[in-house]
């Protein structure tokens, strides 16, 4: 029978919900079907999986990218060193060409030549002379660098505006070290002093022989390369020094020296002072150049005597000075004669019966060159090249580190009969005497040296140690900087 609500037009009931696609009838389903189902998901998987790879494409880059930047900065890292160290080197052999090549004031360095700069600054107040050639030094590796003329007062070099001592000669250098395209420049001061000392010991040198006999003493170091002779009480009061292998010292500790009388540091008798009897273990063979830049017949002041440097005449006093060609000073009988210059230039000095020299006290040194005929670029004649003196007085009231004597030649040097002396001896070719009471401070070199019959040797003094040869000695360095990149000497360093 059929149901009211069906004649009457009422909605149809709801269509059963399918139940879910089982297995089998996965399976049994139509293959259209399964594809498109299929062709849904790989939509959706392939855009994803491009965008996996991109990501690791891009990490893949990124990596190589930092390792090749790691690999670039590592390798102009070391490059940067190696030419920092190439400029280093570049330093270096400039410090030791010019302590070897020795240019003059007027010049630098090039290379391994002298050469006179032109107008390249650095600064105000430096002269540089052009770059030396670049030099090789393997790897890779070159430097090239430029030196100065001696610095100025108030120059700056490597920051620093140096005291400028006197006799001292103080450079800058620069020096550019280059590898693959990464350059370093390095800049120094560098300084050679003026000359060593005159003294290679600080009291009394005999390059062959020094004798002190007749109750003398010695309050300063005696010093020798072959022998040391006492005799008659003398006292070595500082000690001696001998180079090896010839250096002896007479007497020997023991009975020889007991019978003697001598003494080594208060120490005599059977017994010897091993602090002050000394062996040198450096500076031997002792050594004695004349001064580089000693008076010559050209460059003196003899032209003050008599004018400037007055003569005392009163009474019965006895003077003569004659110039060129024979260059003799004479004091004699109560004369006196006081030098205000710094240089003068003799063939033979005479000095007796109270004659007197007298040095104001003053800062600037007085040199007295005695010249010989055994120098050949000299100008005195036959029978001169001494310097003699009796009863004289050297009155030096400057110190003893500002008077320096030398003599050229075999002299002789002889400071006698009661005579007075303070300042410098130098004669390594001459024989030196003092004696007969004579009384004496400063210093002696000497090729022999004998002091006898009570003579009075006051002291060493410190100043001595300025007197210096004039040979300049090596350059070292002073001062060091590392310049701004890309800079040039014509920028500052």
Not at 79 to 107: D, F
Not at 236 to 263: I, Q, Y
Not at 344 to 369: D, H, M, Q, S, V
């Given at each position: 029978?059929?149901?009211?609500n069906?004649?009457?037009?009422?909605?149809?009931?709801?269509?059963?919900?399918?139940a879910p696609?089982?297995?089998?009838?996965?399976?049994q389903m139509?293959?259209h079907?399964?594809?498109?189902r299929?062709?849904?998901?790989?939509g959706?998987?392939?855009?994803?999986?491009?965008?996996?790879l991109?990501?690791?494409?891009?990490?893949t880059?990124?990596?190589?990218?930092v390792?090749t930047q790691?690999?670039?900065?590592?390798?102009?890292?070391?490059n940067?060193?190696?030419?920092?160290?190439?400029?280093?080197?570049?330093?270096?052999v400039?410090?030791y060409?010019?302590?070897?090549?020795?240019?003059?004031?007027?010049?630098?360095?090039n290379?391994s030549?002298r050469?006179t700069?032109?107008?390249?600054l650095?600064?105000?107040?430096i002269?540089?002379c052009?770059?030396?050639?670049?030099?090789?030094?393997?790897?890779g590796?070159?430097?090239?660098?430029?030196t100065s003329l001696?610095?100025?007062?108030?120059?700056?070099?490597?920051?620093?505006?140096?005291?400028?001592k006197t006799?001292?000669?103080?450079?800058?250098?620069?020096a550019?070290?280059?590898v693959?395209?990464?350059a370093?420049?390095?800049?120094?001061?560098?300084?050679?002093e003026g000359?060593?000392?005159?003294?290679?010991?600080?009291?009394?040198v005999?390059l062959?022989e020094?004798?002190v006999s007749?109750?003398v003493?010695?309050?300063?170091?005696?010093?020798?390369n072959?022998?040391?002779?006492?005799?008659?009480?003398?006292?070595?009061?500082?000690g001696f020094e001998?180079c090896?292998?010839?250096?002896?010292?007479?007497?020997?500790?023991g009975?020889e020296?007991n019978?003697?009388?001598v003494?080594?540091?208060?120490?005599?008798?059977?017994l010897?002072?091993?602090?002050l009897?000394?062996?040198?273990?450096?500076?031997?063979?002792?050594?004695?150049?004349?001064p580089?830049?000693?008076?010559t017949?050209?460059?003196?002041?003899?032209?003050?005597?008599?004018k400037?440097?007055?003569f005392?005449?009163?009474?019965?006093?006895?003077n003569?000075?004659t110039g060129?060609?024979n260059?003799?000073?004479?004091?004699?009988?109560?004369?006196?004669?006081?030098?205000?210059g710094?240089?003068?230039?003799?063939?033979?000095?005479?000095?007796?019966r109270?004659g007197?020299?007298?040095i104001p006290?003053?800062?600037?040194p007085?040199e007295?060159?005695?010249?010989?005929p055994?120098?050949?670029?000299?100008?005195?004649?036959?029978?001169?090249?001494?310097?003699?003196?009796?009863e004289?007085t050297?009155?030096n009231?400057a110190?003893?580190?500002?008077?320096?004597?030398?003599?050229?030649?075999?002299?002789?040097?002889?400071?006698?009969?009661?005579?007075?002396?303070?300042?410098?001896?130098?004669?390594?070719?001459?024989?030196?005497?003092?004696?007969?009471g004579?009384?004496?401070?400063?210093?002696?070199?000497?090729?022999?040296?004998h002091?006898?019959?009570?003579?009075?040797?006051?002291?060493?003094?410190?100043?001595?140690?300025?007197?210096?040869?004039?040979?300049?000695?090596?350059?070292?360095?002073?001062?060091?900087?590392?310049?701004?990149?890309?800079?040039?000497?014509?920028q500052?360093?």
């Amino acid at each position: 029978m059929t149901h009211p609500n069906d004649m009457h037009g009422s909605s149809p009931q709801r269509p059963p919900t399918p139940a879910p696609t089982t297995r089998m009838e996965l399976i049994q389903m139509p293959q259209h079907s399964r594809k498109s189902r299929s062709a849904a998901e790989a939509g959706f998987v392939l855009p994803t999986a491009i965008i996996v790879l991109l990501v690791l494409t891009l990490l893949t880059g990124a990596a190589i990218t930092v390792a090749t930047q790691t690999s670039s900065s590592t390798k102009r890292d070391n490059n940067s060193k190696a030419a920092l160290e190439a400029a280093e080197a570049g330093l270096q052999v400039a410090a030791y060409r010019l302590s070897q090549i020795k240019p003059e004031k007027t010049e630098c360095i090039n290379g391994s030549s002298r050469e006179t700069p032109g107008s390249i600054l650095a600064s105000p107040k430096i002269t540089y002379c052009a770059s030396s050639p670049v030099e090789p030094l393997g790897n890779g590796a070159t430097f090239q660098y430029q030196t100065s003329l001696p610095l100025e007062s108030g120059a700056n070099c490597v920051g620093q505006v140096g005291e400028i001592k006197t006799g001292n000669t103080p450079r800058c250098v620069v020096a550019e070290g280059k590898v693959a395209n990464v350059a370093q420049r390095l800049s120094t001061r560098v300084e050679s002093e003026g000359g060593a000392s005159l003294f290679p010991a600080k009291g009394i040198v005999g390059l062959t022989e020094v004798k002190v006999s007749g109750s003398v003493s010695v309050p300063a170091v005696v010093a020798s390369n072959e022998r040391i002779i006492g005799g008659g009480g003398a006292a070595f009061e500082r000690g001696f020094e001998l180079c090896p292998p010839k250096g002896t010292f007479k007497p020997a500790a023991g009975a020889e020296r007991n019978a003697s009388g001598v003494t080594v540091g208060g120490v005599g008798g059977m017994l010897a002072n091993p602090p002050l009897e000394k062996t040198r273990t450096s500076g031997c063979l002792i050594e004695a150049p004349y001064p580089l830049n000693h008076a010559t017949a050209l460059v003196n002041e003899d032209s003050r005597i008599g004018k400037e440097d007055e003569f005392f005449t009163g009474g019965k006093a006895v003077n003569k000075f004659t110039g060129a060609p024979n260059f003799e000073l004479k004091l004699s009988s109560i004369s006196k004669l006081t030098l205000g210059g710094s240089k003068y230039y003799l063939c033979n000095f005479e000095a007796e019966r109270a004659g007197e020299l007298i040095i104001p006290a003053k800062k600037t040194p007085t040199e007295i060159f005695i010249d010989s005929p055994e120098d050949k670029a000299g100008t005195c004649p036959a029978g001169t090249g001494k310097f003699e003196t009796a009863e004289f007085t050297l009155n030096n009231k400057a110190g003893p580190g500002l008077l320096l004597i030398d003599l050229y030649g075999k002299g002789p040097f002889n400071v006698t009969r009661g005579a007075t002396f303070e300042g410098a001896i130098y004669a390594p070719e001459a024989e030196v005497k003092i004696n007969g009471g004579a009384k004496f401070k400063g210093g002696i070199v000497g090729n022999t040296v004998h002091l006898e019959n009570g003579t009075g040797i006051f002291e060493w003094s410190e100043e001595l140690s300025n007197l210096t040869n004039g040979v300049p000695t090596g350059y070292g360095r002073k001062a060091w900087g590392q310049c701004a990149p890309g800079s040039s000497p014509n920028q500052g360093c």
